[in-house]
Protein backbone atom coordinates (compact mmCIF):
# COMPACT_ATOMS: atom_id res chain seq x y z
CA UNK A 1 0.00 0.00 0.00
CA UNK A 2 1.46 3.39 -1.32
CA UNK A 3 0.16 6.51 0.44
CA UNK A 4 0.33 9.64 -2.64
CA UNK A 5 0.51 13.02 -0.96
CA UNK A 6 1.58 14.48 -4.75
CA UNK A 7 -1.77 16.31 -5.24
CA UNK A 8 -2.09 17.85 -1.44
CA UNK A 9 -1.83 21.06 -1.91
CA UNK A 10 1.50 23.01 -0.92
CA UNK A 11 -0.07 25.10 1.58
CA UNK A 12 -1.96 21.98 3.42
CA UNK A 13 1.45 19.87 3.43
CA UNK A 14 3.14 22.28 5.25
CA UNK A 15 0.83 22.79 7.79
CA UNK A 16 0.50 18.73 7.81
CA UNK A 17 4.30 18.78 8.29
CA UNK A 18 4.36 21.54 11.04
CA UNK A 19 1.56 19.83 12.68
CA UNK A 20 2.88 16.55 12.85
CA UNK A 21 6.94 17.59 13.78
CA UNK A 22 5.18 19.48 16.77
CA UNK A 23 3.02 16.84 17.93
CA UNK A 24 6.54 14.73 17.59
CA UNK A 25 8.82 16.74 19.42
CA UNK A 26 5.61 17.64 22.17
CA UNK A 27 5.83 14.31 22.80
CA UNK A 28 8.95 13.65 22.68
CA UNK A 29 9.97 16.68 25.56
CA UNK A 30 7.29 14.77 28.02
CA UNK A 31 8.65 11.12 26.97
CA UNK A 32 12.22 12.86 28.03
CA UNK A 33 10.83 13.93 31.65
CA UNK A 34 9.09 10.99 32.21
CA UNK A 35 11.86 8.46 31.51
CA UNK A 36 13.87 10.81 34.10
CA UNK A 37 11.98 10.09 36.49
CA UNK A 38 12.08 6.56 36.56
CA UNK A 39 8.71 5.63 34.34
CA UNK A 40 10.47 3.29 31.81
CA UNK A 41 7.57 1.84 30.60
CA UNK A 42 5.10 4.41 30.17
CA UNK A 43 8.57 6.24 27.93
CA UNK A 44 9.03 3.07 25.98
CA UNK A 45 5.27 2.87 24.55
CA UNK A 46 5.49 6.80 24.21
CA UNK A 47 8.77 6.65 21.94
CA UNK A 48 7.01 3.69 19.78
CA UNK A 49 4.63 6.18 18.62
CA UNK A 50 7.07 9.07 18.58
CA UNK A 51 9.12 7.31 16.48
CA UNK A 52 6.48 6.40 14.05
CA UNK A 53 5.42 9.81 13.89
CA UNK A 54 8.88 10.93 13.14
CA UNK A 55 9.55 8.40 10.31
CA UNK A 56 6.11 9.78 8.45
CA UNK A 57 6.88 13.11 8.77
CA UNK A 58 10.72 12.75 7.87
CA UNK A 59 9.26 11.09 4.83
CA UNK A 60 6.89 14.22 4.09
CA UNK A 61 9.86 16.02 4.22
CA UNK A 62 12.41 14.59 2.29
CA UNK A 63 10.11 13.42 -0.71
CA UNK A 64 11.01 16.08 -3.71
CA UNK A 65 12.89 18.60 -1.09
CA UNK A 66 15.38 19.75 -3.61
CA UNK A 67 12.26 21.62 -5.60
CA UNK A 68 10.81 22.56 -2.43
CA UNK A 69 13.47 23.53 0.34
CA UNK A 70 10.79 25.58 2.05
CA UNK A 71 9.77 21.85 3.73
CA UNK A 72 13.08 22.06 6.01
CA UNK A 73 12.23 25.59 7.19
CA UNK A 74 8.62 24.38 8.90
CA UNK A 75 9.83 21.19 9.85
CA UNK A 76 12.55 23.21 11.62
CA UNK A 77 10.06 25.48 12.85
CA UNK A 78 7.63 22.88 14.23
CA UNK A 79 11.16 21.22 16.18
CA UNK A 80 11.72 24.42 17.75
CA UNK A 81 7.68 25.20 18.66
CA UNK A 82 7.12 22.07 19.94
CA UNK A 83 10.18 21.78 22.61
CA UNK A 84 8.59 24.86 23.38
CA UNK A 85 5.03 23.69 23.62
CA UNK A 86 6.35 20.31 25.30
CA UNK A 87 8.45 22.13 28.02
CA UNK A 88 5.75 24.59 29.32
CA UNK A 89 3.37 21.49 29.17
CA UNK A 90 5.82 19.47 31.30
CA UNK A 91 5.92 22.47 33.49
CA UNK A 92 2.24 22.57 34.03
CA UNK A 93 2.17 19.06 34.61
CA UNK A 94 4.71 19.27 37.21
CA UNK A 95 5.70 15.67 37.10
CA UNK A 96 7.48 14.18 39.52
CA UNK A 97 9.35 15.03 43.14
CA UNK A 98 11.26 17.48 44.56
CA UNK A 99 13.55 17.85 47.50
CA UNK A 100 13.18 21.94 49.23
CA UNK A 101 16.14 22.54 51.38
CA UNK A 102 15.26 25.46 53.61
CA UNK A 103 17.76 27.31 56.23
CA UNK A 104 17.03 29.34 59.05
CA UNK A 105 18.25 30.25 62.05
CA UNK A 106 18.16 27.71 65.03
CA UNK A 107 16.42 30.29 67.08
CA UNK A 108 13.35 29.54 64.93
CA UNK A 109 13.94 26.24 63.29
CA UNK A 110 11.68 24.76 65.41
CA UNK A 111 8.87 26.95 65.57
CA UNK A 112 9.22 26.86 61.40
CA UNK A 113 9.25 22.84 61.40
CA UNK A 114 5.60 22.68 63.83
CA UNK A 115 4.18 25.09 61.83
CA UNK A 116 4.67 23.55 58.66
CA UNK A 117 3.73 20.46 60.11
CA UNK A 118 0.76 22.11 61.24
CA UNK A 119 0.18 22.43 57.64
CA UNK A 120 0.39 19.40 56.26
CA UNK A 121 4.00 19.39 55.25
CA UNK A 122 6.34 16.19 56.36
CA UNK A 123 9.96 17.59 57.15
CA UNK A 124 13.36 16.33 58.36
CA UNK A 125 15.30 19.44 60.62
CA UNK A 126 18.95 19.06 60.61
CA UNK A 127 21.03 21.07 62.77
CA UNK A 128 24.08 23.34 60.70
CA UNK A 129 26.21 25.90 61.32
CA UNK A 130 26.68 28.67 59.39
CA UNK A 131 28.68 31.44 58.82
CA UNK A 132 26.62 33.75 61.93
CA UNK A 133 26.13 30.82 63.94
CA UNK A 134 24.20 27.43 64.47
CA UNK A 135 21.67 26.89 61.80
CA UNK A 136 18.81 24.39 60.81
CA UNK A 137 18.22 23.16 57.69
CA UNK A 138 15.25 21.81 57.45
CA UNK A 139 14.56 18.88 54.34
CA UNK A 140 11.38 18.85 52.56
CA UNK A 141 10.25 16.25 49.66
CA UNK A 142 7.03 17.05 48.07
CA UNK A 143 5.60 16.98 44.28
CA UNK A 144 6.43 19.79 42.06
CA UNK A 145 2.75 20.65 41.88
CA UNK A 146 3.28 22.17 45.44
CA UNK A 147 6.49 24.30 44.85
CA UNK A 148 4.98 27.76 45.24
CA UNK A 149 1.96 27.13 48.11
CA UNK A 150 5.67 25.46 50.33
CA UNK A 151 7.47 28.20 49.03
CA UNK A 152 5.08 30.78 50.64
CA UNK A 153 4.41 28.66 53.59
CA UNK A 154 8.13 28.95 54.27
CA UNK A 155 8.18 32.57 53.31
CA UNK A 156 5.44 33.67 55.58
CA UNK A 157 7.05 31.43 58.44
CA UNK A 158 10.41 33.14 58.25
CA UNK A 159 10.80 35.86 55.78
CA UNK A 160 15.01 35.37 56.01
CA UNK A 161 14.91 31.56 54.49
CA UNK A 162 17.06 30.98 52.33
CA UNK A 163 15.55 28.21 49.92
CA UNK A 164 17.03 25.64 47.22
CA UNK A 165 15.03 22.93 45.19
CA UNK A 166 16.59 20.47 43.64
CA UNK A 167 14.76 17.47 41.38
CA UNK A 168 15.03 14.04 42.70
CA UNK A 169 14.03 10.19 42.25
CA UNK A 170 12.47 9.17 45.86
CA UNK A 171 13.03 5.24 45.68
CA UNK A 172 11.41 3.99 48.91
CA UNK A 173 9.82 4.97 51.72
CA UNK A 174 8.90 8.69 53.81
CA UNK A 175 6.10 9.75 55.37
CA UNK A 176 3.98 9.80 52.89
CA UNK A 177 5.70 7.14 51.26
CA UNK A 178 6.29 8.57 48.03
CA UNK A 179 7.43 5.08 46.01
CA UNK A 180 7.29 1.99 47.65
Known sequence: ??????????????????????VEV????LR?????????????IIAFFEVMLWVFVVT???DDLMSDPLKIVIY???FAFGNYVGSMLEEKLALGTINITAIVSAQ???IIAQG?????????????????????????HIHRKKITPTI?????????????????????????????
Open 116 to 140: MREQGYALTVIPGEGRDGARHILNL
Open 26 to 29: TIST
Open 1 to 22: MSLDFSNIPTVWMYLLIFTLKF
Open 60 to 62: LVL
Open 108 to 110: EGR
Open 76 to 78: GAA
Open 152 to 180: NALKALSPGVVITINDIRPIYGGYRGLRK
Open 32 to 44: IVIVTKGEREKGA
